[in-house]
């Protein structure tokens, strides 16, 4: 399977960037995905991510209450609606999928840069 992350871009900080992550090869039915990001001389970080229904999502506390992980199986895509963002936010955003709670994340897209300024 590929994943396509886009959807990055230069935002100024308060501004808003919805990305896309779109697999090819395979559906997403049944396999969670999730959002990660890796900013400039620090380490992946987790952000978010999406059970394979939909029905449950999680995210890092630094962006509770300003992104949301969405999914449309049909699509075969995951969103990630990004609000009010923050200069802390300015990172490579990566996506990933697994087969289940647990496991590791064995396909990645190839990131999609956002930078916010100020």
């Known amino acids: 399977v590929q994943l396509q992350a886009s959807g990055g871009g ?69 969103c990630l609606q990004m609000n009010s963002l923050k200069l802390d936010d300015t990172a490579v955003y990566y996506c990933a999928s697994r087969r289940g709670a647990g496991m590791n994340y064995d396909s990645w897209g190839q990131g999609t840069l956002v930078t916010v300024s100020s």
């Open 10 to 78: 230069l935002v100024h900080a308060g501004g808003s960037l919805r990305l896309s992550c779109t697999a090819s090869g395979r559906t997403f039915v049944g396999y969670g995905v999730g959002w990660f990001r890796q900013a400039p001389g620090k380490e992946r970080e987790f952000v978010a991510r999406i059970v394979w229904s939909g029905s449950t999502t999680y995210y890092t506390d630094s962006v509770k209450g300003r992104f949301t992980i969405s999914r449309d199986n049909a699509k075969n895509t995951v």
